[in-house]
């Protein structure tokens, strides 16, 4: 089984920084693309950032130039640097992660979530 991992949530004040770790554990043979969701409360869960084994990355529009995602396919982590905190950036957020067994069974993760503040 693969779990995912996820710290980094908190509170800060508009303007501030946070980052996100996800580190995904167990009988991994590979991981193709990771990524970020958030999911305010009565609203849906979006797509933040994602990003692909060989580094492409894909962004939400609203968190263009101030969200960079990168990974470290060595230590199988994910990271969310986030800048310039809106208080509509306020919710909780989601690492997801997909890949295979060996020797070609897929699965698809999601972390337990982490919750993320910002107050105006």
């Known amino acids: 089984q693969v779990q995912l991992v996820e710290s980094g949530g908190g509170l800060v004040q508009a303007g501030g920084s946070l980052r996100l770790s996800c580190a995904a554990s167990?009988?991994?043979?590979?991981?193709?693309?990771m990524g970020w969701y958030r999911q305010a409360p009565g609203k849906q869960r979006e797509l933040v950032a994602a990003?692909?084994?060989?580094?492409?990355?894909n962004y939400a529009d609203s968190v263009k130039g101030r969200f960079t995602i990168s990974r470290d396919n060595a230590k199988n982590t994910v990271y969310l640097q986030m800048n310039s905190l809106k208080p509509e950036d306020t919710a909780a957020y989601y690492c997801?992660?997909?890949?295979?067994?060996?020797?070609?069974?897929?699965?698809?993760?999601w972390g337990q979530g982490t919750q993320v503040t910002v107050s105006s």
């Open positions: 997801h992660a997909d890949g295979t067994y060996y020797p070609d069974r897929p699965w698809e993760r």
């Open positions: 167990g009988s991994i043979f590979s991981i193709n693309a």
């Open positions: 990003i692909t084994t060989g580094g492409s990355t």
